[in-house]
Nanobody, 115 residues
């Protein structure tokens, strides 16, 4: 199993970024995918999740209405569209999947929101 994030970078407040998570080593369409983030000095926190079957989504309150999680099963890729970014969104963003009972994490991609 491999999860590889990309798309992070430096953006001004109010700007947008789209993160991607390329998955391999498992049947992508069978599993829910999630995004987490970890800011300096803070614990890793849940951001968003998309189910495998219905494509239903749920979000942390802090990003609701600004972030959108999606997936393309044909490309084995999950996305996180981030709009109206705030300095407090600055963090390393991680892709996550639980395959069976085992959790898998990507290496993370840095998002910095600063003027």
């Amino acid at each position: 199993v491999q999860l590889v994030e990309s798309g992070g970078g430096l953006v001004q407040p109010g700007g947008s970024l789209r993160l991607s998570c390329a998955a391999s080593g498992f049947t992508f369409s069978d599993y829910a995918m999630s995004w987490y983030r970890q800011a300096p000095g803070k614990e890793r926190e849940f951001v968003a999740r998309i189910s495998s079957s219905t494509g239903g989504t749920n979000y942390a309150d802090s990003v609701k209405g600004r972030f959108t999680i999606s997936r393309d099963n044909a490309k084995n890729t999950a996305y996180l569209q981030m709009n109206s970014l705030k300095p407090e969104d600055t963090a390393v963003y991680y892709c996550f999947a639980r395959i069976g009972l085992r959790p898998y994490w990507g290496q993370g991609t840095q998002v910095t929101v600063s003027s």
